[in-house]
């Protein structure tokens, strides 16, 4: 199975490609680590944003699209351009879209902890939240 942790941040989608066959994780290289949605009023822009990430989907050949939930309101709620972002991801009808709730990603990392210091992954650091998504998808 192959997912794309996605990690929403202001107007971009922060993505980390994984597999897991057979218990074992792999991080295939991507073209892309990160797109963005340069302008959220334009429909052309947001049909655009949403081609490329079914395209990628597509020649990754990725099952799932994993994102962390983020409030809808209080101190840490995300943004509104960042749900048209999410938006964008869950009507792509090729892929499935999981959202995980912080609590599931804890108890997913509790019982089966990453095996290996981030660092050593090779990417880049601020794909490390879309990386201990994905991964806690997989790993439950």
């Known amino acids: 199975m192959r997912v794309c942790g996605v990690e929403i941040k202001s107007n971009e989608a922060i993505l980390c490609l994984m ?12 073209r892309s ?3 963005q949605l340069v302008n959220d009023q334009d429909p052309e822009q947001i049909r655009k944003f949403q081609f490329a990430l079914a395209k990628l989907a597509e020649d990754y050949r990725i099952s799932h699209f ?7 309101k209080g101190k840490f709620a995300g ?6 972002i999410e938006a964008a991801l869950q009507l792509i009808p090729s892929v499935e879209t999981v959202i995980l709730s912080s609590g599931a990603i804890k108890e997913s990392l509790s019982r089966h902890p990453v095996p290996i210091d981030f660092k050593e992954t090779g990417l880049k650091g601020f794909q490390e939240p879309a990386f201990i998504s994905a991964y806690a998808f997989l790993a439950k």
């Open 79 to 84: 943004s509104a351009i960042g749900f048209k």
């Open 19 to 30: 597999a897991s066959n057979q218990g074992l994780f792999e991080l295939p290289d991507c």
């Open 66 to 72: 994993v994102i962390r939930e983020r409030p809808q």
């Open 33 to 35: 680590n990160r797109l």
